[in-house]
Antibody
């Protein structure tokens, strides 16, 4: 079955960087668009970024544009999110999620369990 | 403040029918499909309805979705205590070139 396992979360100081990873199994990562979605403590879901199956097309939420970079290594079945210039408002559980399609994207049909990122001095 | 709005809360008694609404604009709901997710506390969201009205396998037919113009709705009939959760609508926004989630609706089964 589809499994998405996030890692790399933790406590980081404002202005620093962090890299999240998502290990995919149970399906061919190379065939699907992938997303990152976050959820601040006690708040709703916020879409962060998506990357097409081949890595060519990337989209970002305005709140992270210019600071976050999404990437993928299909040979290693891994999705990544590089987060720079972190702010306290980036504190959230970050979910790796699979789209139903390769391209064009359609909708998220599977989610990982999430990894918590806390930005605090 | 999301560009797609949901009532923050809804409630009903067991057996009742409850509707959760999602309101947007021509750049999002008005021109793209709406999808619904269910989330229990401390767990990841789960796909409940896709492409406005479609149910993934395993989702009971008590759950149904609809869309009209710039609004969408999730209906839950025969309400059960285990339906108590947060519900989110989601769609693509052409103006933002990004996905948008509604703020979420917390459903309480009285």
């Amino acid at each position: 079955q589809v499994q998405l396992v996030e890692s790399g979360g933790g406590v980081v100081q404002p202005g620093r960087s962090l890299r999240l990873s998502c290990a995919a199994s149970g399906f061919a990562l190379s065939s699907y668009t992938m997303h990152w979605v976050r959820q601040a403590p006690g708040k709703g879901l916020e879409w962060v970024s998506l990357i097409s199956y081949h890595g060519t097309n990337k989209y970002y939420a305005d709140s992270v544009k210019g600071r976050f970079t999404i990437s993928r290594d299909n040979s290693k079945n891994t999705l990544s999110l590089h987060m720079n210039s972190l702010k306290p408002e980036d504190t959230a559980v970050y979910y790796c999620a699979r789209d139903r399609s390769g391209w064009p994207f359609e909708y998220i049909d599977n989610w990982g369990q999430g990894t918590l990122v806390t930005v605090s001095s | 403040q999301s560009v797609v709005t949901q009532s923050p809360s809804a409630s009903g008694t067991p057996g009742q029918r409850v509707t959760i609404s999602c309101s947007g604009s021509s750049s999002n709901i008005g021109s793209n499909s709406v999808h619904w997710y269910q989330q229990f506390p401390g767990t990841a969201p789960k796909l409940l309805i896709y492409r406005n009205t479609q149910r993934p396998s395993g989702v009971p037919d008590r759950f149904s979705g609809s869309k009209s113009g710039t609004s969408a709705s999730l209906a839950i009939s025969g309400l059960r205590s285990e339906d108590e959760a947060d519900y989110y609508c989601a769609t693509w926004d052409d103006s933002l070139s990004g996905w948008v989630f509604g703020g979420g609706t917390k459903l309480t089964v009285l």
